[in-house]
């Protein structure tokens, strides 16, 4: 069974700071892996993906992360904090190509970013 | 226009009663699915339909059933509510069955007295 891990539940900046959001993986196969964002009292949206390919993904808002088969890692980073960046970060993981499987989400990490 | 609705915002009812939510998508696509994310902000997968056809469906108690009249709506209904049901909901939508890109609606907040 596939399962993430993010580790820190809370990461506090400085504006103009270095984000870092950490997310470990476990997958028996090949997964897909996907940062979302959640903003006070609305839905998830979709911050970046993993799919095949290049394993460094570019997302909206400045974010990225990298791939890391061998570390089974997915971070998430932004070189510079913004003020709107406090937010909840969710990490997820599906199976690739399974039809009837589902997004397995981490407990999330909480971003507050201080001026 | 939003791409994922939901109604209500916000539910607030006695232990017992019976209540539903709706969903609706207009990105038309084929898979909707049904999340509750907790007080400690965990999400989880609760149902999914395909195509109106029931795909997924996570251990949750039978007081819970999902209706998907067609491939736009997804409702919840949640018979004899009970106070840890008590939560966030939320109604997603992806363009094909097993996709990880969903699309999230606002969220219903159901508050059980």
């Known amino acids: 069974a596939q399962s993430v891990t993010q580790l820190g539940s809370h990461v506090s900046v400085s504006e103009g700071a270095l984000v870092l959001l950490r997310c470990n993986y476990s997958?028996?196969?090949?997964?897909?892996l996907f940062w979302y964002v959640q903003y006070p009292n609305q839905g998830l949206q979709l911050l970046l993906k993993?799919?095949?390919?290049?394993?460094l993904v570019k997302g909206i808002n400045g974010f990225e992360a990298e791939f890391k088969k061998s570390e089974t890692s997915f971070h998430l980073t932004k070189p510079s904090a913004h003020m709107s960046d406090a937010a909840e970060y969710f990490c997820?993981?599906?199976?690739?190509?399974?039809?009837?499987?589902?997004?397995?989400f981490g407990k999330g990490t909480t971003l507050s970013v201080s001026s | 226009d939003t791409a994922v609705s939901q109604t209500p915002k916000y539910l607030v009812t006695q232990m017992g009663n019976d209540k539903s939510i709706k969903c609706e998508q207009n990105l038309g696509h084929d898979t909707m699915y049904w999340y509750k994310q907790d007080s400690k902000k965990f999400l989880k997968i609760m149902f999914s339909y395909n195509n109106k056809e029931l795909i997924i469906n996570e251990t949750v108690p039978n007081r819970f059933s999902p209706k998907s009249p067609d491939k736009a709506h997804l409702n919840l209904h949640i018979n004899s509510l009970e106070l840890g049901d008590s939560a966030v909901y939320f109604c997603?939508?992806?363009?094909?069955?097993?996709?990880?890109?969903?699309?999230f609606g606002p969220g219903t907040r159901l508050t059980v007295t």
């Open positions: 997603a939508s992806s363009p094909y069955r097993g996709s990880g890109e969903q699309y």
């Open positions: 993993y799919t095949t390919g290049a394993t």
């Open positions: 997958s028996s196969v090949p997964p897909y």
């Open positions: 997820a993981v599906i199976l690739a190509n399974q039809a009837g499987t589902a997004l397995i």
